[in-house]
C-alpha cells in the first residue's frame, strides 16, 4: 500500500448476463477493500460496442475512488473482482461480464506492458468520458479537462440507462 490516499478513477462496462447487479457486486466489493473508498459513481450509460461491432450494447459507468493501494495492486483487485463476476479474456474488445480500467491513479504518469496510466484511449472514447465526466469532469488527462474532453466527442450512441442506474443506486443503498 501507498502511504498517502490518492484519487483514482475506474472505469466500468459489461455486455453479458446482468451487467447492473456486476456493477454493484464488483463496487460493493470495492468498498469492502482495505485502502479503498468509494467517492462518486457516474450514472449507468448503454453504449454501442467499441473495437468489435458485432456484440450487444454495452453498460459503462465510472467511479471515482479515494486509494491507499499502488497502481499495480488496484489493477489487480479490478482483476480479481472481474474473474470472480465470471469474466473470460477471449477476444479483445469482445463480449465480457465486467471490464474494470484503471483510468487514472493521482497525476501518475506510467507506461507497462500491462498497465498504462493515464489509460491510453481515455480521450478516444466517449462511454469513457460520458461517465468519467460526472464524477471527475475537472480532472486532466492530454492537457484538458475530462468535461473539455467529453463535450467535444461524438457520443452518438451514447444513453443514460434510467432503470441500470435507478437499479444500481437502489443496490449500493441498500449495502449503506
Known amino acids: 500500500m501507498s502511504a498517502a490516499a490518492v484519487e483514482a478513477t475506474l472505469g466500468l462496462g459489461g455486455n453479458l448476463g446482468d451487467v447492473t447487479d456486476a456493477f454493484a457486486g464488483a463496487l460493493k466489493r470495492l468498498s469492502q477493500a482495505d485502502g479503498v473508498k468509494l467517492l462518486r459513481l457516474s450514472s449507468v450509460y448503454r453504449t454501442p460496442p467499441w473495437g468489435v461491432t458485432d456484440q450487444p450494447d454495452f453498460l459503462n459507468m465510472a467511479a471515482l475512488v479515494s486509494t491507499r493501494l499502488t497502481p499495480r495492486a488496484l489493477l489487480e483487485l479490478c482483476l480479481t473482482l472481474e474473474r470472480d463476476a465470471g469474466r473470460e479474456r477471449i477476444q479483445r474488445w469482445g463480449p465480457r461480464t465486467l471490464d474494470i480500467d484503471v483510468l487514472t ?35 486532466k488527462v492530454s492537457r484538458e479537462t475530462i468535461a473539455h474532453l467529453a463535450n467535444n466527442i461524438d457520443c452518438t450512441g451514447v444513453k443514460r440507462d434510467e432503470i441500470a442506474t435507478d437499479r444500481l443506486v437502489k443496490s449500493m443503498q441498500s449495502e449503506t
Open 105 to 139: 491513479y493521482g497525476d501518475i504518469t506510467m507506461a507497462e506492458p500491462d498497465l498504462t496510466i493515464p489509460h491510453p484511449r481515455i480521450a478516444e472514447r466517449a462511454f469513457v468520458l460520458i461517465p468519467l465526466a460526472e464524477v471527475a469532469p475537472g480532472l
